[in-house]
């Protein structure tokens, strides 16, 4: 069985997968201090023992907490049975960017795992803490990349530099007209986050020239893929089916 794990800048994914099955998930939110108590809880809790674990695949945007996870999974499958990526090997995808090895393993996972499903022109859109658009063309090549703040840090930096901006519960809202604080702010984020997005991929359509397929991933798109008509699909566990899809296909 694998065990694969995203860790991002404010949450934590844990996969098991038999074969293509997946067979449980988590999302853990923030960044552990404990990764073996957490892969052991999740363990558990999904009715399996540390010893059923055959292999790890680690995907790892924060470079300050790889070692502990890597020494947490090495402890639960030893380190010859642990699986990272890197941007020299090859996962089906070329990064023809200018500096490759700048690219986040999220990234490199998700865009090989839609390129190597579809094989066609594709814009993969990840909104989670960042908002961040991959365009891969037809021939595999991962060309173009842009970077934008997440959802919820747009809300975020509002009520927490403006003293008089309360926390709230964000939600879609049928109009562009407010008559109080709550309501204002709602309008404002929620709205303004999609007219960010949508301006942004039709930017892209409109520079590449090509038709786009384009797939939505991460948590907070199904607070916003079923309000923009431009996604051809959306599934929030993207990269975790992909990290699945490179151990298989790929080492």
């Excluded at 449980?24 to 923030?30: I, R």
């Excluded at 639960?76 to 090859?90: A, C, L």
């Excluded at 390129?115 to 803490?129: A, K, P």
């Excluded at 590449?208 to 566990?237: A, S």
């Amino acid at each position: 069985m694998l065990l694969t794990v995203d860790l991002g800048n404010t949450s934590t994914k844990l996969g098991l997968f038999e074969g293509d099955n997946q067979i449980a998930f988590l999302c853990a939110d923030g960044v552990s201090d404990n990764f073996r108590s957490l892969i052991l809880s999740f363990l558990y809790k999904s009715n399996l023992r540390e010893d059923q674990i055959e292999k790890a695949i680690l995907s790892c945007v924060v470079p300050r907490v790889y070692n502990d996870v890597y020494d947490a999974l090495a402890s639960i499958v030893g380190e010859k049975n642990i699986v990272d990526i890197n941007p020299s090997r090859n996962y089906g995808i070329k990064l023809a960017m200018p500096n490759p090895q700048e690219t986040g393993d999220d990234l490199i996972v998700m865009c090989s795992y839609a390129y190597n499903l579809y094989r066609r022109e594709l814009l993969i859109v990840s909104m989670g803490t960042a908002t961040v658009l991959c365009h891969v063309n037809r021939k595999g090549e991962f060309r173009h990349c842009i970077i934008a703040p997440g959802f919820s840090k747009i809300a975020e930096t509002l009520w927490k530099n403006a003293a008089q901006l309360p926390e709230f519960e964000l939600k879609h809202v049928n109009t562009y007209l407010a008559d109080n604080t709550i309501d204002a702010m709602n309008v404002g984020i929620y709205n303004g986050y999609l007219g960010m997005l949508k301006s942004l991929i039709d930017g892209m359509r409109r520079e590449i020239g090509e038709d786009l397929y384009i797939i939505g991933c991460g948590g907070f798109g199904k607070m916003v893929v079923p309000y923009l008509r431009c996604f051809n699909e959306y599934d929030p566990d993207f990269v975790t089916k992909g990290l699945n899809y490179i151990c298989q296909r790929y080492q």
